[in-house]
């Protein structure tokens, strides 16, 4: 049976396509995200956890798609990959959360 989307999963393999209609912007996109994702201070495995909880931070399915296929195959744990995903809900919710200083201050405001 085949899963119904909004998204089409065969859309993250023409990401390089992105560069077709700005060739010079599209050449830097990927030579800086090339980088971003070398080894470093951080592991390639490291990188690939967090880049799994920003993709779910902020809700890209492909990233989703993308990063849970290469923490797999960078060595990350079904277990990492879960605690990655709360770290990204914690902070997510935390600073959805924060915000209801703004909204507390207003009421406050408008009540005196």
Partial sequence: MEKSTYYNPADLAKF??????QPEMGAKFFDYYGEVFK?????????ALIALAVAHAVQCPY?????????????ADEAQMMEAVHVAVAIKGGA???HSVQMMN???????
Avoid: F, H, P
């Fill in 106 to 112: 207003k009421a406050k405001e408008l009540s005196m």
């Fill in 16 to 21: 390089g396509n992105v560069a077709d209609w």
């Fill in 39 to 47: 080894e470093g201070a951080l592991s390639e495995r490291e990188k």
């Fill in 96 to 98: 959805a959360l924060v």
């Fill in 63 to 75: 990233c989703i798609d993308a990063y849970t296929v290469d923490s797999l195959q960078k060595g």
